[in-house]
């Protein structure tokens, strides 16, 4: 979008967080505006057959979806929806409101087009978020809750705030995202381990047919890595989302010793790991990929790479609103360049 190119340097003079709230009340404004919407509908969404697809029973007109973290408190649906996204993702929820780690907690590297956060899951907690959700629901895209703990809770009551989650949202959200892999809250990635990911798929199962993903940091030895997500596949969880953001500060230059790092330095990584997930668990269950996708050509490898559904968070803050649609169109630029017919015929097919 050349006009957020234009406007963007006068933008990022400005703190992230204090960008986020503005951007948050122009979309809250804007949902109270249908032609507002409307006019949004028409220069950002991007709708071709090709791009459809059921997943679990779900349905997305396209396969870009907003990464949690942005709509945490899941007051801008209405808003997002209209910039084009095949599907959404609200949260990370707590059971209890929390504030989250002191300010200034999110920075940008204008440069290496990459964020570093220590949020630590700022948000207004299960109960009113589900209230506010409830009004909305259902939904014309498919909506996610990404669920996490609460920073006091103790280790070893945590399976019990997962399970409130997910009872507090009984019949809302057509799918779950189990959040074990922030960097941001003490002690929860410690939580991605096979005993743990066992006992806690087993018991949501129990609560919920809705589909379940696990969401991964992309910092865990592979063979680890692989043993979590193959344990959270057999005990019920229908697909996995890599990665979330990551603390290997080497890979950004003048990087923080805290928080995590998304956007174009997270590239590279996400990507190796996404692929080496999907090498061992295509075909076994859902592959959704996120990590530093900022085009439409980073989108199409993940698809290639076997990846069902993609999702982007700091590429929009970087490129615009006009992204998504970018995005899509140069899908299916390359879905039509490689004789493909639709986008599920393309999965998994850059694999060996
Ligand atoms: C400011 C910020 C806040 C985030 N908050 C969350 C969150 O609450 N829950 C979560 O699962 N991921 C969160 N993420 C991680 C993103 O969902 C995504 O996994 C990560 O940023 C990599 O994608 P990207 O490179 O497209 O940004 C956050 C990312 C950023 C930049």
Redesign the pocket.
């Known amino acids: 979008m050349p006009m957020y190119k234009t406007i963007r340097p006068y933008l990022f003079k400005f703190d992230?967080?204090n960008m986020?709230t503005v951007a948050e009340k122009l979309l809250m404004l804007a949902q109270a505006m249908p032609l507002v919407l409307e006019n949004m509908v028409n220069r950002f969404c991007f709708f071709d057959e090709r791009l459809r697809q059921n997943i679990l029973g779900l349905n997305f007109y396209n396969p870009t979806g907003l990464?949690?973290?942005?709509d945490?408190n899941a007051t801008m649906i209405k808003g997002l929806s209209s910039l084009g996204f095949g599907f959404i993702?609200i949260?990370?929820i707590t059971p209890k409101p929390q504030d989250g780690n002191p300010k200034p907690r999110?920075f940008r590297f204008v440069e290496e087009n990459?964020?570093?956060?220590a949020?630590g899951?700022n948000?207004d907690g299960a109960k009113v978020i589900s209230r506010r959700f409830a009004r909305i629901y259902p939904f014309i895209l498919p909506l996610g809750v990404?669920i996490?703990k609460n920073k006091i809770t103790e280790q070893e009551k945590v399976l019990f705030d997962y399970k409130k989650l997910v009872s507090s949202f009984r019949g809302l959200g057509d799918y779950f995202?189990i959040?074990l892999?922030?960097p941001?809250t003490p002690n929860l990635r410690d939580l991605q381990n096979e005993e743990f990911v066992k006992v806690l798929m087993q018991e949501l199962r129990k609560q919920t047919d809705k589909p379940i993903f696990l969401?991964i940091s992309p910092d865990m030895s592979i063979d680890y890595m692989l043993d979590v997500c193959e344990c959270a596949i057999n005990n019920g969880a229908n697909g996995i989302?890599a990665?979330?953001?990551t603390i290997d500060y080497s890979l950004l230059k003048n990087a923080k010793d805290f928080g995590?790092i998304?956007?174009?330095a997270?590239?590279k990584k996400?990507r190796e790991i996404f692929q080496i997930l999907s090498e061992n668990l295509f075909g076994k269950t859902i592959l959704i990929s996120?990590?530093?996708?900022?085009d439409g050509d980073e989108a199409y490898e993940r698809i290639k790479l076997g990846a069902s559904l993609v999702?982007?968070?700091?590429?929009?803050?970087f490129e615009g609103p006009s992204i998504i649609k970018d995005i899509n169109q140069i899908i299916l630029n390359r879905l039509e360049e490689d004789g493909f017919k639709s986008i599920s015929e393309a999965i998994g097919k850059g694999l060996r």
């Open positions: 992230p967080e986020h990464a949690a973290g942005f945490k993702e949260g990370t999110i990459s964020i570093q956060n949020m899951f948000n990404n996490g995202t959040n892999s922030s941001n969401k989302i990665t979330n953001t995590g998304s956007g174009e997270l590239k996400s996120v990590g530093g996708i900022n999702q982007v968070y700091s590429g929009m803050i």
